[in-house]
């Protein structure tokens, strides 16, 4: 038993002068290296996200060429008025029955059971 703390500390002790011998950079050593980065251009600003962060990239195309391609799409009907959602929202589709077979329908559900109750999940979904 004296023999395994003394080798724990013995190892914990190595490990602690193997810290020393690779000394970590100074302060001084790590302001500078920061400088130079910032200098660089190589950091982000505050709240760019992380190293992972793409870059922007430079458009190909002037703003009046953007421009002129917006109006043209506007004018060709091929972009959504303000508000809807873009070309992959589904246009409502009409009813084959008139507001009242509807009602008439849902009463008759309600009578035989069909429906469930308030507060309850339809039959088959779980909670």
Known sequence: MKMKTTLSLVAAAVALLS????????????KAE?????KSGETMKAGEGGPAAAKPTQS???????KAETAAAVKAGETPKAG?????VAKPTESSKTR???KAETA??????????????????KK
């Open 60 to 66: 190909t195309k002037s703003r009046s060429d953007r």
């Open 84 to 88: 809807e959602g873009g070309p992959a």
């Open 34 to 38: 920061t400088a130079g980065a910032v």
């Open 100 to 102: 009242a077979e509807r």
């Open 108 to 125: 008759a559900a309600v009578k035989a059971g069909e429906t469930p109750k308030a507060g309850e999940a339809p039959a088959g979904q």
């Open 19 to 30: 810290q020393s011998a690779f000394a970590q950079q100074t302060r001084e050593e790590r």
